[in-house]
């Protein structure tokens, strides 16, 4: 049974930073691509950031080019989003995704996506 457990979540100050992780398990994700969607109250869920469990290919969404880095550990099965320089325009919930990779660029569309998380809250007060 395929589990992707998110956590760190919380409540920070604009220009802060936080670190969510995704714990994957239950499957060999070496064939997958990671994702992080968020969902804001009112709006449509978004892609934020993807990485391939292998290789070293990333893409960002522009909103968060500059401030947010996805990485992974394959040895723990985690991937993470470092999320720097936080505005309350980022408030939303953190969903952690997986998707059987294909060829060309990381996947932002979430209905390719087949595994999800229970999400994680992230709220930044102003």
């Known amino acids: 049974q395929v589990q992707l457990v998110e956590s760190g979540g919380g409540l920070v100050q604009t220009g802060g930073s936080l670190r969510l992780s995704c714990a994957a398990s239950?499957?060999?994700?070496?064939?997958?691509?990671m994702g992080w969607f968020r969902r804001a109250p009112g709006k449509e869920r978004e892609f934020v950031a993807g990485?391939?469990?292998?290789?070293?290919?990333?893409y960002n969404a522009d909103s968060v080019k500059g401030r947010f880095t996805i990485s992974r550990d394959n040895a723990k099965n985690t991937v993470y989003l470092q999320m720097n320089s936080l505005k309350p325009e980022d408030t939303a919930v953190y969903y952690c995704?997986?998707?059987?990779?294909?060829?060309?660029?990381?996947?932002?569309?979430?209905?390719?996506?087949?595994?999800w998380g229970q999400g994680t809250q992230v709220t930044v007060s102003s």
């Open positions: 995704a997986a998707a059987r990779d294909r060829r060309g660029p990381i996947l932002v569309t979430a209905t390719l996506y087949d595994y």
């Open positions: 990485i391939r469990w292998s290789g070293t290919s990333t």
């Open positions: 239950g499957r060999t994700f070496s064939s997958y691509i």
